[in-house]
């Protein structure tokens, strides 16, 4: 490809299709790579929050998201052992109802994918990006593709383009989809979690349905160390089940539907943020530019917004690359570091080996976040705008 008036983007997920999705609608000439040999998404469900649904309608995907997910309308946890609410975040506000949306990862895939289409995007697979030289992409066992006039490094957490070192965190968690059960007394409209200490946590997120399938579905998690994957597997889904309903009884049809280890996927997470996220003609976005456990369920949002920024940017300098990049780094960059902070302060509560947050979380933190303002405060958190996505105007 000889094309320098086009802007390449490494990574067919999230982040790398609302890019296409944004730049193609703008009159980018955009083109996609990815390593699979058909583009796919990889992982279970997760939570769009009201700032990523803005993206996601802004690229033509929001509708088509509502159909495929699943409204939110509360966060509720409580503590194995004495029934406390140890989590309790409401959307909905006065004069202006929201909601997050529940969906798998392979329906949010869809429509952005569809919608990067739909847009004109190029979509180019079977093309593992190895390094970039010189404004042009190298591949393994291919030949390299370019100059480009950018490229967007959305490859993920495992970038061979970002100068990221992200610190692994000591907890991650199994994931696994299954039937939303008729014979569950859990709302279809909030996530629910079960915390024992901050070693134990177990959740239902509600998710809608997948591509092609009306029924319901469910996303549930255990938390788990990240060096404990393989003695899970050993000791048997018996005594994993024995466990999981001893400490939350309701949890008992979506455990059910796990018969082998391998439906439980392992996620394992780090911690880190790029100082300067662009540099030699490449801009890094979504896990690429910066990491966080899920605790706050802001992973996706991120990437969308980083996405729309960039896109916004772009227009913003009438087309310079480098102008743009600039100025995608310092509208982001507040947002970013702040979500980063609040989710390092966040997850030893409920991820870790501590014997003495989680005692804070029960008696202190907890009760003073259910003081006003502080409910109206912790909302627009969990929702991505208790600041401001962009520093400089964009629109969203």
């Not at 997760?46 to 929001?62: C, D, E, R, T, Y």
């Not at 180019?124 to 066992?141: D, I, M, P, Y």
């Not at 989680?358 to 705008?385: A, E, K």
């Amino acid at each position: 490809m000889k094309h320098t008036n086009h802007i390449a983007i490494a990574g067919a997920g999230v982040s790398g299709l609302t890019a296409a999705a944004a730049l193609a609608q703008a009159g980018h000439r955009v083109v996609v790579f990815d390593q699979f040999d058909q583009a796919r998404p990889v992982g279970s469900g997760l939570v769009i929050q009201p700032v990523g649904m803005k993206v996601l309608h802004q690229i033509g995907a929001g509708d088509a998201a509502l159909a495929q997910g699943n409204r939110i309308h509360r966060m509720l946890g409580h503590e194995a052992v004495g029934g406390h609410r140890v989590l309790d975040v409401h959307y909905d506000r006065p004069g202006g109802p929201r909601f997050g949306l529940g969906i798998h990862r392979a329906a949010l895939f869809q429509v952005v994918l569809d919608a990067a289409i739909s847009a004109g995007a190029e979509i180019v697979t079977g093309h593992k990006v190895s390094a970039q030289r010189n404004q042009r992409l190298c591949f393994e066992g291919r030949k390299d593709a370019g100059p480009f006039r950018m490229i967007i490094d959305a490859s993920g957490a495992h970038s061979p383009l970002s100068p990221l070192r992200a610190k692994p965190l000591g907890y991650g968690a199994l994931w696994a989809t299954v039937d939303w059960p008729e014979n569950t007394g859990l709302p279809p409209d909030e996530l629910r979690q079960i915390y024992r200490k901050a070693s134990r946590m177990l959740g239902v997120l509600p998710v809608g349905s997948l591509h092609g399938d009306t029924s319901r579905k469910a996303a549930i998690f255990w938390s788990l160390p990240a060096s404990s994957h393989e003695s899970w597997c050993k000791q048997g889904l018996d005594r994993w089940r024995d466990e999981a309903i001893t400490l939350w009884p309701e949890y008992a049809p979506f455990a059910a539907q796990i018969t082998e280890p391998g439906q439980m996927a392992m996620a394992r997470y780090s911690h880190g943020t790029l100082r300067r996220p662009w540099g030699n003609g490449v801009v890094h976005i979504g896990d690429a530019a910066h990491r966080a456990s899920p605790q706050l369920g802001q992973g996706a949002n991120m990437a969308l917004l980083d996405a729309w920024a960039l896109a916004q940017a772009l227009e913003h300098a009438q087309g310079d690359a480098d102008r743009a990049m600039q100025l995608y780094a310092r509208t982001r960059r507040w947002h970013v570091r702040i979500y980063q902070l609040m989710s390092w302060a966040f997850t030893p509560q409920y991820q870790s080996d501590s014997h003495l947050l989680p005692i804070l979380r029960d008696r202190l933190l907890f009760p003073m976040s259910m003081i006003p303002p502080l409910p109206r405060i912790l909302s627009r958190l969990v929702c991505g705008d208790l600041l401001p996505p962009d520093g400089f105007g964009l629109k969203f």
